[in-house]
Nanobody, 129 residues
Framework: VQLQASGGGLVQAGGSLKLSCAASGGTFSSRAISWFRQAPGKEREFVAATSYSGQRTYYADSAKGRFTVSRDNAKNTVYLQMNSLKPEDTAVYYC???????????????????????WGQGTQVTVSS
């Protein structure tokens, strides 16, 4: 499965953005999907994840209460609604598909970029203060 993130942009602190992750090829509806982000000079970090059905979701502490991950398997798309954005949320946001059915079951697996595949080019989110 190949993924492509979109919907990024420039927003003021306190604003909102909704990112989309569109899938092509493969079996999207059977894959966990996670959002990661990478700021300049930093490692790619986990933001949020959804199980294949959307019934289970996971968030980084930095995203809890502000971000919401959801999916529409009929549209082969996962979303990340980001509210109350902060300058420290500035990064390129990527989505990845879990490489196994157990990707999300362990914290280590969930947080590791190597547990995912299908990364696209990412979408830039810039939050101004």
């Amino acid at each position: 499965v190949q993924l492509q993130a979109s919907g990024g942009g420039l927003v003021q602190a306190g604003g909102s953005l909704k990112l989309s992750c569109a899938a092509s090829g493969g079996t999207f509806s059977s894959r966990a999907i996670s959002w990661f982000r990478q700021a300049p000079g930093k490692e790619r970090e986990f933001v949020a994840a959804t199980s294949y059905s959307g019934q289970r979701t996971y968030y980084a502490d930095s995203a809890k209460g502000r971000f919401t991950v959801s999916r529409d398997n009929a549209k082969n798309t996962v979303y990340l609604q980001m509210n109350s954005l902060k300058p420290e949320d500035t990064a390129v946001y990527y989505c990845g598909a879990g490489t196994s059915t157990s990707t999300l079951l362990s914290l280590r697996g969930r947080l590791s970029p190597s547990s995912y595949t299908g990364w696209g080019q990412g979408t830039q989110v810039t939050v101004s203060s």
